[in-house]
């Protein structure tokens, strides 16, 4: 039995272009049109999935910066974030910072961080 399952909860599954990168736009090597589509994909796959598990869920698409966007739609939607560790590594990380580490900072709701394979 899945946690959603057990707690008979809603699961929220929230993709955000992040349109703050410096890959993305008119020099950058992807844009808006091509991360949005990765999003959809990303975004039917997992609504299948919880869906086979006769799971409730919300699919949305943003675009913005990430954690802003992310903490902002847990306020309003949700009482729990899950989020994945995988992201950025090396001095990107540095320079940037982790999009789950502000996330953990900065949500008024508990965040629960899950290791995702590399």
């Not at 955000?16 to 410096?22: D, F, G, S």
């Not at 950058?28 to 869920?57: H, T």
């Not at 698409?61 to 990430?66: F, L, M, N, R, S």
């Amino acid at each position: 039995m899945s946690q959603a399952e057990a707690f008979d909860a809603r699961v929220h599954v929230l993709y955000v272009v992040n349109t703050t990168y410096a890959g993305v736009g008119a020099g950058g090597s992807k844009n808006v049109n091509s991360l949005r589509a990765e999003g959809e994909e990303v975004i039917e796959e997992f609504e299948q999935l919880l869906r086979d598990e006769d799971v409730d869920v919300v699919t949305r698409i943003e675009e913005g910066d990430p954690h802003t966007k992310i903490t902002k739609y847990a306020d309003e939607e949700t009482d729990m974030i899950v989020m994945g560790t995988r992201g950025r590594s090396g001095i990107e990380k540095y320079l940037l910072g982790s999009v789950t580490e502000k996330v953990v900072r900065t949500a008024d709701v508990p965040v629960f961080t899950v290791r995702t394979p590399e």
